[in-house]
């Protein structure tokens, strides 16, 4: 069955620090694609960064980098330098083979002064 | 602003009454998706549209339909609302319906007594 798997519910990290959030996937699929999201208190579903299976290197945006292990399944968001606007519900998905984005149940994140 | 545009904005209804939601895409997209996301139940695919037709269909009930129009605004029809409908409603579009990031509107918060 295909399904991805958010074990941290909560985290607190400090100002500045590097916060890694955890993102398993279970999929047969050979081709996939692997998103994160960011969802502030605000509401709105912000898109972060894309993984495909098959991109040989890890996906970068600014400080936002997708630590891809495609043998263990799993897709770490790593956000370097953390500010406090970093917290917010993070949100791992998987795209699949059927056209479905299948999510995970997120992780809160909250950054302390 | 990710370029996606849903209204309203917040509906609030009785139950058993019946309610249709908007979304207009991103300039240039032609897949759109719907989201459920409630409180004890986190981001539901609904259903998605590619190019006005119908692409793939997740855990939406018998009682919601949705369409997308020729100028590819999709509408999401809720009917015969219970108390348990009540959640945040998300469009979502992208380019092509492959394994591409997703733009997420502002979302509808529907609630209902």
């Known amino acids: 069955a295909q399904k991805i798997t958010q074990t941290q519910p909560g985290m607190f990290v400090q100002e500045k620090e590097a916060v890694t959030l955890d993102c398993t996937y279970d999929?047969?699929?050979?081709?996939?694609?692997l998103f994160w999201y960011k969802q502030p208190s605000s509401g709105e579903m912000i898109f972060l960064i894309y993984q495909g299976s098959y991109d040989q290197q890890n996906a970068t945006e600014g400080r936002y980098s997708l630590n891809f292990q495609k043998a263990r399944k799993s897709a770490n968001l790593v956000i370097s330098a953390s500010q406090l606007g970093d917290s917010a519900m993070y949100f791992c998905?998987?795209?699949?083979?059927?056209?479905?984005?299948?999510w995970g149940a997120g992780t809160k994140l909250i950054i302390k002064p | 602003d990710s370029g996606v545009t849903q209204t309203p904005k917040h509906l609030i209804t009785a139950t058993g009454q019946r309610v249709t939601l908007r979304c207009s895409p991103r300039?240039?997209?032609?897949?759109v998706y719907w989201y459920q996301q409630s409180l004890d139940q986190g981001l539901q695919f609904l259903i998605q549209?590619?190019?006005?037709?119908?692409?793939a269909k997740g855990n939406i009930l018998e009682r919601f339909s949705a369409q997308q129009f020729p100028d590819l605004h999709s509408e999401l029809n809720l009917s015969s609302l219970e108390l348990g409908d009540s959640a945040l409603y998300f469009c979502?579009?992208?380019?092509?319906?492959?394994?591409?990031?997703?733009?997420f509107g502002p979302g509808t918060r529907l609630t209902v007594l």
């Open positions: 979502a579009s992208s380019f092509t319906s492959d394994y591409n990031e997703q733009f």
């Open positions: 549209y590619y190019n006005g037709e119908e692409r």
């Open positions: 300039s240039g997209d032609l897949s």
């Open positions: 999929t047969s699929d050979p081709s996939y694609g």
């Open positions: 998905a998987m795209s699949t083979s059927n056209y479905q984005l299948i």
